[in-house]
């Protein structure tokens, strides 16, 4: 899946995730994470956002996480999220069957 534009998806509340994402002008992923609990599940939040562009087919892609303690599942929603948006695609989304 190529992403066509940039989109952001989430909030900078306590609890939630802002995640923007747009198109790389490299090949690959190019991943920011910022994260006041960085240290203890970095490596967590990182396996999950690339697992979720993965499940999407998303091999090219600029993404930006500000992590406010969002738990996986809430990750995984706000990055197919910002993907979709992305791709302009709001109808018929296949939310939790493209993600497992």
């Known amino acids: 899946?190529?992403?066509k534009k940039v989109a952001i998806?989430?909030?900078?509340?306590?609890?939630?995730v802002h995640v923007t994402v747009g198109p790389n002008d490299c090949s690959g992923i190019e991943l920011s994470i910022k994260s006041s609990v960085l240290q203890q599940y970095g490596k967590q939040i990182k396996k999950v956002v690339l697992e979720t562009l993965e499940n999407l087919g998303v091999t090219d892609a600029a993404v930006s996480i500000v992590d406010n303690g969002a738990l996986d599942c809430t990750i995984k929603a706000r990055v197919e999220g910002a993907v979709y948006r992305s791709i302009d695609k709001y109808d018929s989304l296949p939310w939790g069957g493209a993600i497992k």
């Open 1 to 3: 899946m190529e992403l």
């Open 9 to 16: 998806a989430g909030t900078f509340e306590s609890s939630d």
